[in-house]
């Protein structure tokens, strides 16, 4: 533990924290950093507590800061790339998570994160292939596969890619094709597709969770 770690402020700073008392903490912390400058838990909070006001772009200042000190770099620049998103520097965003990438390839996050990145610049190919990659990475991302399947309304892949949502999204969009209905506002003709819709879907119920 430093000094300041055994200081009374870091208990008092840590239950502000925990309480999510942000200007409380701030106050404290300002208060007490020319007595210990260049520390590295003070330059770590003054990044967490910045980040959570939403004032990207001191959150982002410190988290650079930090950078040197961190032999693993990645959760730094992945909140580097969301500030610098919510700030509209979207190229600037992409750089990160692509760093963050470099410095850890399987952190599904970054993954899911670039894709909404190259989604708002409407880049659907480069989109698609990150957030199949973070369910690759893990399935369980639910952001993931919320975004991949938002996504698969606005554009399909070009290349082939090895994911259960495109594939049932290429299995639906068939559907009125080997049906031969031509039909499509006759009640009858809809309860057709909605049921072999349901039926497509039931047979991929483990790996997708869409509430919609």
Not at 130 to 140: D, P, Y
Not at 143 to 170: F, M, T, V, W, Y
Not at 191 to 205: E, R
Request: aromatic share 10%; proline share 1%.
């Amino acid at each position: 533990m430093n000094k300041f770690q055994n200081s009374k402020e870091f208990g008092e700073v840590v239950k502000y924290l925990n309480n999510k008392s942000f200007d409380k903490a701030l106050r404290i912390i300002n208060s007490i950093a020319h007595k210990y400058p260049d520390d590295q838990i003070i330059l770590k909070m003054f990044a967490s507590i910045y980040f959570n006001k939403l004032e990207w772009e001191k959150a982002i200042t410190y988290y650079k800061k930090i950078l040197i000190f961190e032999k693993y770099k990645f959760k730094i620049l992945l909140n580097i790339g969301v500030a610098l998103y919510k700030l509209g520097k979207i190229n600037k965003s992409i750089e990160a998570f692509k760093d963050a990438i470099n410095d850890n390839p399987n952190f599904d996050l970054t993954h899911d994160n670039l894709g909404i990145s190259y989604l708002e610049i409407a880049k659907f190919d480069e989109a698609i292939k990150c957030f199949s990659l973070a369910l690759k990475i893990n399935k369980n991302n639910l952001n993931a596969q919320r975004n991949l399947i938002n996504i698969l309304c606005l554009a399909k892949p070009r290349e082939n890619i090895n994911n259960n949502i495109i594939k049932l999204d290429k299995k639906i969009s068939n559907l009125i094709k080997v049906s031969k209905i031509k039909n499509l506002v006759d009640e009858e003709n809809i309860k057709i597709i909605l049921d072999k819709n349901i039926n497509l879907i039931n047979k991929y119920k483990d790996d997708i969770i869409f509430n919609e």
